[in-house]
């Protein structure tokens, strides 16, 4: 059975939502009181104990955040890696699969500019990237990505969620395309974890990424990498540090054996301010449930979307209801301006070309959704020539 939340009772865990109508997860998830205390922990910690902070602590809380993301898309610990970004996930696995000549990577054009970017920056080793095209800015057909894939594509990488669009991809799908021709699927789902369900054993993918930055409610610095256990011993990245390496601390420089599990493809000292903020955003989202917050999202997007209709805006999102996450793209013809407007108004969104981006989460309210339609009423009939 759901478990019904007291979301007016969640909203006061966040006090930013007492100043503003904050509706701008999708940039950066709120600040929680919980996180803020595990950061001030944190503080406390270095300055009690030091160095030996590491060994009773913080290293501990590393652990914390790889089971917290474990538990939150259906994998094991084993097969969770932390690190900085989404950037080094990327070096660590296209390291690992030593991408040259002749190598093909698919991507598409809806990406977040991080994927493609990345592989595009390897031309000059002769790594040739597909980036398939949209036809309505909306969402990419998957027999147009099933025709990008040929025998020497090693590699499909593409988001779940599309950042500026709200697109729910099905994934599932793209993992069998992928596999039709021994290629491995690498899914960017920070635009999605957190708000959008995932079991990724269900979904067949061999990686998947995330970060705190959005609906985590972790802040920046952190990123979490799950790579399929019986791919992980295949994998031997050449971008490696020495949290990588299974004898970790026997300093020994004439040697790198990898650990043997996902933590092979962790690099150097994370930051360990992010992991305690990290980790209660985790705790939080998996208390609530991603299930429970879909559901509440959905809400709050479905009655963005009719009131947006209803006053004649122009949105670029997906028709489908269940393939639409917690992204309504409004089309403006100075969305920075209209930004600013609603910054005015201690309204907070966000924009990308050509639209103002509108992302609420399970703290806000049908009230928060309301106030926003009507100010964008208000500053289109200000703009408008």
């Known amino acids: 059975m759901q478990i019904r939340h007291d ?16 509706l701008n997860s999708c940039s950066l998830g709120l ?71 002749g190598d093909q990577v698919v991507t598409t054009a809806l990406d977040f500019p991080t994927v493609p970017h990345h592989f595009l920056a390897k031309s000059k080793t002769g790594v040739e990237t597909a980036v398939v095209a949209s036809s309505d800015r909306i969402s990419v057909d998957l027999d147009r990505i099933s025709s990008a894939v040929i025998d020497r594509t090693r590699l499909i990488a593409t988001s779940r969620v599309y ?26 789902d920070y635009q999605g974890n957190g708000q959008v369900p995932i079991d990724v054993k269900a979904a067949g993918v061999d990686v998947l990424v995330a970060g705190g930055l959005k609906w985590l409610l972790g802040g920046p610095g952190i990123a979490y990498m799950y790579v399929r256990r019986d791919l992980v011993a295949e994998l031997e990245p050449t971008v490696a540090g020495w949290f990588g390496n299974r004898d970790q601390f026997s300093f020994n420089p004439n040697e790198m054996v990898f650990r043997d599990d996902a933590a092979r493809f962790e690099t150097g000292t994370p930051s360990v301010a992010a992991v305690f903020t990290a980790a209660e955003g985790l705790r939080i989202v998996n208390e609530l449930g991603p299930e429970a917050i879909r559901e509440r999202t959905s809400a709050l997007t479905a009655r963005l979307v009719s009131r947006l209709e209803d006053e004649g805006f122009g949105l670029r999102v997906p028709e489908e209801t269940e393939r639409h996450a917690s992204i309504t793209m409004i089309e403006m013809e100075d969305p920075a301006a209209a930004v600013e407007e609603l910054a005015r108004r201690n309204i907070i969104v966000d924009h990308r070309p050509g639209a103002v981006r ?28």
């Open 31 to 101: 600040l929680s009181n919980r996180s803020r205390g595990a950061l001030t922990r944190y503080m406390d910690l270095w300055t009690e104990l030091g160095a030996a902070a590491w060994y009773s602590e913080w290293m501990a809380e590393i652990s914390a955040v790889r089971e917290g993301f474990a538990s939150l898309i259906n994998a094991d610990v084993d097969e969770i890696a932390v690190l900085p970004s989404i950037s080094a996930a990327l070096a660590a696995i296209s390291s690992s699969l030593n991408l040259g000549e």
């Open 358 to 385: 509108i992302s609420p989460y399970f703290y806000n309210t049908q009230n928060d959704i309301d106030e926003v339609v009507e100010a964008l009423r208000e500053i289109r009939t200000a703009l408008e020539p």
């Open 7 to 22: 979301w007016t009772k969640i909203r006061e865990e966040f006090p930013t939502l007492s100043k503003k109508n904050y």
């Open 163 to 188: 950042f500026t669009s709200g697109f729910v991809q099905d994934v599932g799908a793209i993992a069998e395309i992928g596999h039709r021709k021994d290629a491995l699927v690498f899914i960017d």
